[in-house]
């Protein structure tokens, strides 16, 4: 009962602070602008950051362009993503030789950004803050740990990525044009798949998949006053539809056997109680999961599921047939 009521509190917590400030602009306009300049080439940015911005009449319609045009016109370039892996790997025990490489590869990188429009997340981060700084708004890039399926993981091991802080009427937010504009396949190749989600992201859940080197690029005091903790693994589909994972708060959870978990979750849409599942995958094979005491109230979603069998167990949370979550759950025998 104790647990459940400090979860309670927690969810509570964050229901009242992370309302979006722009949920009534219409950014159509600013789209379309984007849309319009598309295939406009870097020779001058100045022009370009011009013909996006000047005539939006708000700081957030003309970081919408301008973010929306970078992600529908610059590709990323999985070799010079590669390259920098492989270093960053040689390096692992030398972070000063891997910064002193690492800032002479970045001439090499912007030139390649400007002649082909391709680059790494460096690149997306460096040409947004450009742009931004052209028609006069306050960006800044952030350097950080990404957590992916294959990095980051369990704790902080290697600072792998880079994104963007914007300051819009005196309020910092936070963006990733890189994830944003797409994604690599197999063969690297990559796949132009515009993801809005990652648009002035919700702080709570952008530091689930984003933990910036200075804490405060995290945004949120809660985040910036407490340690890292290794929550859940989330996904592009989880920014897409805007769902924020509450609890439990961490991706590897040890229970005794025969024992109920809570899992809670915010939507900023809609969701039908159909269209929420507990899966649990072994290799190829999908099995669900079934859950009780759903509870699906004003954004603020919460079930529990008993766990009756000795193991571990990858369960993931799936939303409109959507992973969104993933947990690891060690069961063990009942002392």
């Known amino acids: 009962m104790k647990r459940l009521i400090s979860t309670l509190i927690f969810i509570c917590h964050i229901s009242y602070a992370q309302v979006s400030d722009f949920k009534n602009i219409d950014f159509t306009r600013a789209d379309n602008i984007a849309k319009l300049n598309e295939g406009a080439n870097l020779d001058n940015l100045a022009i370009l950051a011009h013909n996006l911005t000047s005539t939006l009449p708000t700081q957030v319609e003309k970081f919408r362009a301008i973010h929306t045009w970078v992600c529908h016109n610059i590709k990323a370039d999985s070799n010079q993503h590669d390259i920098v892996a492989r270093k960053r790997r040689t390096l692992?025990?030398?972070s000063i030789a891997?910064?002193?490489?690492n800032n002479s590869y970045k001439k090499i990188a912007f030139q390649k950004l400007l002649k082909r429009k391709e680059t790494m997340c460096t690149g997306y981060a460096y040409l947004i803050k450009e742009l931004c700084f052209l028609a006069n708004l306050d960006c800044v890039i952030v350097d950080g740990y990404a957590r992916t399926i294959d990095s980051n993981i369990k704790k902080l091991e290697s600072p792998n990525h880079s994104w963007n802080?914007?300051?819009l009427g005196g309020k910092w937010y936070l963006s990733d044009a890189t994830w944003s504009s797409g994604y690599i396949k197999s063969g690297n190749v990559f796949v132009r798949d515009y993801n809005e989600g990652y648009f002035l992201a919700d702080p709570i859940l952008y530091a689930k998949s984003h933990y910036p080197l200075n804490k405060k690029w995290l945004l949120d005091d809660s985040l910036i006053n407490s340690k890292f903790v290794a929550g859940p693994l989330v996904y592009a589909e989880t920014f897409k539809q805007h769902i924020t994972p509450l609890y439990p708060k961490k991706m590897n959870v040890d229970i005794n056997k025969n024992?109920?978990?809570s899992f809670s979750?915010?939507?900023?849409n809609p969701i039908s109680n159909k269209k929420i599942a507990l899966?649990?995958?072994n290799r190829t094979h999908e099995t669900s999961l079934t859950i009780s005491d759903l509870k699906n109230e004003n954004g603020l979603i919460s079930f529990k599921h008993l766990f009756k069998h000795r193991g571990t167990?990858?369960?993931?949370?799936?939303?409109n047939n959507d992973i969104v979550a993933t947990y690891t759950i060690h069961v063990n025998k009942m002392k």
């Open 92 to 94: 692992e025990n030398d």
């Open 98 to 101: 891997f910064m002193k490489w």
């Open 165 to 167: 802080a914007v300051n």
């Open 259 to 261: 024992t109920e978990i």
């Open 265 to 268: 979750f915010k939507s900023e």
């Open 279 to 281: 899966v649990k995958i």
């Open 313 to 319: 167990h990858d369960v993931h949370l799936k939303i």
